[in-house]
């Protein structure tokens, strides 16, 4: 089969990169560039970034004007351009949204996606209403699966007929490592060197994931500790995430940054650091995971699941019983964004959050506050080990 990666509709920084890589290492065997606000000149310097030799394994939904210039080979035709180029002569796709359409496909087509034909990932709530079953009478080599393809279905989508895959919302998303995920660590500290103790105890005991948390610090002090940090995240190949201050992710190197409720929403977010960058969101309740997932988010902090002094303004307390229910909304919901319960944690709380269908903890105070914390965060990962579950 083959794949086609269609563009992150936001430009970002280290795209040009990011798509190169794609077509070198074999993610995809096409890339789609889809910008539809996108002015040409940017558009321009987006294809002037992507090596010569790469650009005949483009296809321009705009800008057509550009394909000449570059050299681009293929277009894809849609509402905004109905038509290809006089003369052209490369490839050309279209996008179809029903059974009706696929099987009246014109063969000036080299290829065509139809969509959804799962749950849409990058547009949240656009599900399809047609079965694979529908559409295999008309399926060949020129159709290719979009919407909601993931690793998991291809198998399937193979086996039906399908000629390929284009992916759009699975590829455009942060790497979460879910082992590194289930144990989190809050800096915690009135100092730089308090902060940088407690992360290198952590990761000492085995911690993979660490937020750099200074909320009353100044923007140059959290920087500071920031760099040191990150180098340190960096030795012991942990995730490094900055909390709130998203113009230091970039600087700092930092795998994300973790945004609570009052501070810059997702939407900003993302438009600042591009789709490659880590973000989470605090949540209280349902709606606030609903929220997250919508704003694109890629994990929720979900508490406080008891009081803690850790925390300034705490949110109303959600205990045992809080988490079950959200989570179980979430799952009723279709809502998969990772959650880590947060507050007032203990290592004794580990099996009974196991079963309420959260996927990590994060800790600060009650591993810090231990006479040995090197080894009490060990003792929190084998605890997880042993009460590890398929929803933990």
Same mark, same amino acid.
Not at 78 to 96: A, H, Q, V
Not at 314 to 322: E, H, K, M
């Given at each position: 089969?083959?794949?086609?990666?269609?563009?992150?509709?936001?430009?970002?920084?280290?795209? !040009? &990169?990011?798509?190169?890589?794609?077509?070198?290492?074999?993610?995809?065997?096409?890339?789609?560039?889809?910008?539809?606000?996108?002015?040409?000149?940017?558009? =321009?310097?987006?294809?002037?970034?992507?090596?010569?030799?790469?650009?005949?394994?483009?296809?321009?939904?705009?800008?057509?004007?550009?394909?000449?210039?570059? !050299?681009?080979?293929?277009?894809?035709?849609?509402?905004?351009? /109905?038509? #290809?180029?006089?003369?052209?002569?490369?490839?050309?796709?279209?996008?179809?949204?029903? /059974? @009706?359409?696929?099987?009246?496909?014109?063969?000036?087509?080299?290829?065509?996606?139809?969509? /959804?034909?799962?749950?849409?990932?990058?547009?949240?709530?656009?599900?399809?209403?047609?079965?694979?079953? @529908?559409?295999? #009478?008309?399926?060949?080599?020129?159709?290719?699966?979009?919407?909601?393809?993931?690793?998991?279905?291809?198998?399937?989508?193979?086996?039906?007929?399908?000629?390929?895959?284009?992916?759009?919302?699975?590829?455009?998303?942060?790497?979460?490592?879910?082992?590194?995920?289930?144990?989190?660590?809050?800096?915690?500290? @009135?100092? =730089?060197? =308090?902060?940088?103790?407690?992360?290198?105890?952590?990761?000492?005991?085995?911690?993979?994931?660490?937020?750099?948390?200074?909320?009353?610090?100044?923007? %140059?002090?959290?920087?500071?500790?920031?760099? &040191? !940090?990150?180098?340190?995240?960096?030795?012991?190949?942990?995730?490094?995430?900055?909390?709130?201050?998203? %113009?230091?992710?970039?600087?700092?190197?930092?795998?994300?940054?973790?945004?609570?409720?009052?501070?810059?929403?997702?939407?900003?977010?993302?438009?600042?650091?591009?789709?490659?960058?880590?973000?989470?969101?605090?949540?209280?309740?349902?709606? @606030?995971?609903?929220?997250?997932?919508?704003?694109?988010?890629?994990?929720?902090?979900?508490?406080?699941?008891?009081?803690?002094?850790?925390?300034?303004?705490?949110?109303?307390?959600?205990?045992?019983?809080?988490?079950?229910?959200?989570?179980?909304?979430?799952?009723?919901?279709?809502?998969?964004?990772?959650?880590? !319960?947060?507050?007032?944690?203990?290592?004794?709380?580990? /099996?009974?959050?196991?079963?309420?269908?959260?996927?990590?903890?994060?800790?600060?105070?009650?591993?810090?506050?231990?006479?040995?914390?090197?080894? %009490?965060?060990? &003792?929190?990962?084998?605890?997880? &080990?042993?009460?590890?579950?398929?929803?933990?």
């Amino acid at each position: 089969m083959k794949t086609v990666v269609i563009s992150y509709p936001d430009f970002f920084h280290g795209e !040009a &990169e990011a798509i190169s890589a794609m077509l070198v290492d074999g993610t995809a065997d096409r890339v789609h560039l889809r910008k539809p606000l996108s002015s040409e000149a940017d558009m =321009a310097r987006l294809i002037a970034g992507i090596p010569v030799g790469l650009h005949q394994r483009l296809t321009l939904h705009d800008h057509f004007g550009l394909a000449g210039k570059f !050299a681009v080979g293929g277009l894809h035709l849609n509402s905004r351009n /109905p038509r #290809p180029l006089s003369g052209w002569n490369g490839l050309l796709s279209c996008s179809l949204h029903s /059974p @009706d359409e696929l099987k009246c496909l014109s063969p000036e087509f080299d290829y065509a996606f139809i969509s /959804p034909v799962y749950p849409s990932i990058s547009k949240p709530g656009y599900r399809p209403d047609f079965t694979i079953e @529908d559409l295999q #009478p008309w399926l060949d080599s020129r159709i290719y699966a979009l919407g909601g393809v993931t690793a998991d279905r291809m198998p399937e989508i193979e086996a039906a007929g399908f000629g390929g895959v284009a992916l759009l919302g699975a590829i455009w998303k942060a790497k979460v490592d879910m082992h590194s995920f289930r144990l989190q660590f809050i800096s915690h500290g @009135d100092s =730089a060197q =308090a902060q940088l103790a407690g992360m290198r105890a952590v990761l000492q005991g085995g911690c993979r994931w660490v937020q750099l948390r200074m909320k009353d610090a100044a923007l %140059e002090q959290v920087a500071a500790v920031g760099r &040191e !940090a990150a180098a340190l995240c960096r030795s012991y190949g942990a995730t490094f995430i900055v909390d709130d201050h998203v %113009e230091l992710a970039d600087e700092l190197g930092a795998d994300g940054v973790h945004l609570g409720r009052n501070d810059m929403p997702v939407e900003e977010a993302r438009r600042i650091l591009g789709p490659m960058k880590i973000i989470g969101a605090t949540a209280n309740e349902f709606a @606030d995971i609903n929220k997250a997932c919508m704003a694109g988010a890629d994990y929720v902090g979900l508490g406080p699941y008891r009081f803690t002094t850790t925390k300034k303004n705490l949110s109303p307390v959600l205990g045992l019983d809080g988490y079950r229910l959200i989570t179980e909304q979430c799952v009723r919901s279709g809502i998969r964004l990772p959650i880590v !319960a947060i507050g007032g944690i203990t290592a004794a709380d580990l /099996p009974l959050l196991a079963s309420a269908g959260v996927q990590g903890v994060a800790a600060s105070g009650a591993i810090l506050r231990a006479s040995d914390p090197v080894a %009490e965060c060990s &003792e929190w990962i084998g605890q997880q &080990e042993k009460f590890n579950t398929t929803k933990y």
